[in-house]
């Protein structure tokens, strides 16, 4: 198989390329996505099967990466055929993710009524380790059902940990979940996958993050925190999995500053911000993580 590139474009949430290919099969031209943020929620891999995007573990685009493909073969006169794969194209950067955005939401708003618009996403495989120094022009990609979501490193959870916090420390929130990503652990963050809240109900979404899909949840405790109805929901929830586990470490909170907050145990142990920066304390929760 032989493919040159062409050319690429971006916007918020994806990378894109295009590029033409010639195999036994046939010529025609092949456009490549790649999220920028992993991992993608299953409604969004519902919609790339809807619309009918393959998955390739190794994509030449993108160093070899895995990406999502969709491709379109040359028919009749070169110049006429390739007017409508580029002029796709040229369109992706400013509107792909928004019809991806309305695809989601409108099969939210049917669910309740015992509806889908998009079809079940199927189980997706670990995609295998990419082939950094492999050719251009190299053996074709090998094509899978999709991509998969890095685990948490207990198999019972999404996340091995879940991030609270009040929006005046988002940046100290975002600084800690790095932190801990990088380490090679599952966060949620709400920050790090904006794309993963369209169209959500976020009072079912966060309770089903806060109370049963991590591990841990991280608060980070101000006057803000305590007052803010978001944070409220969300520390409720988290109290619930924390009367269900009997005793057992789930809540693990950082004062940012002194506030009470409601309902949580005066026992409990806090971690002091002012006395460790939010850097120890990114040291601290790795080594609690990796403890099995």
């Known amino acids: ?38 991992p993608l929620a299953e409604d969004v891999l ?17 160093d070899f990466e895995p990406c999502w493909w969709r491709y ?12 409508f794969p580029h002029r796709a194209f040229d369109a992706h950067a400013q509107n792909f ?9 409108a099969h939210e708003k049917v669910l309740p009524f015992g509806l889908r618009l998009l079809p079940a996403a199927a189980p997706v495989p670990r995609p295998a380790a990419p082939a950094r120094t492999a050719p251009r022009g190299g053996p074709p990609p090998v094509t899978t059902t999709g991509i998969a979501p890095r685990a948490a490193s207990d198999p019972r959870f999404r996340y091995d940990v879940a991030i609270s916090f009040a929006r005046p420390q988002r940046a100290m929130a975002e600084t800690l979940a790095r932190a801990v990503r990088d380490a090679g ?33 991280v608060m980070l405790v101000s006057k803000e925190y305590v007052e803010r109805i978001w944070t409220t929901r969300e520390r409720q929830s988290a109290m619930a999995r924390a009367v ?19 309902g ?4 409990i142990g806090y971690l002091p911000l002012g006395e460790r920066g939010i850097e120890e304390i990114a040291e601290l929760l790795k080594k609690k993580l990796a403890t099995k």
């Open 46 to 62: 519902a919609a790339f099967g809807m619309l009918g995007l393959r998955t390739s573990s190794q994509c030449p685009e993108f």
């Open 1 to 38: 198989m032989k493919t040159q590139s062409m050319k690429t474009a971006e916007d918020e949430f994806f990378r894109f390329a295009l590029s033409w290919r010639e195999a036994e099969e046939g010529r025609g031209w092949v456009v490549h996505y790649v999220p920028k943020h992993g």
């Open 264 to 267: 949580l145990l005066p026992t």
């Open 244 to 262: 269900a586990e009997r005793g057992n470490e789930y809540i693990l909170p950082v004062q940012i500053e002194a506030a009470e907050v409601p």
């Open 72 to 83: 379109f073969p040359r028919e009749g006169d070169e110049f006429f055929a390739a007017e």
């Open 185 to 217: 652990f599952e966060v949620f963050f709400d920050g790090f996958y904006p794309e993963h809240l369209w169209g959500k109900d976020l009072t079912v979404f966060f309770d089903q993050v806060f109370r049963k899909d991590a591990r841990f949840c």
């Open 97 to 105: 993710s928004t019809g991806l955005k309305h695809l989601v939401v």
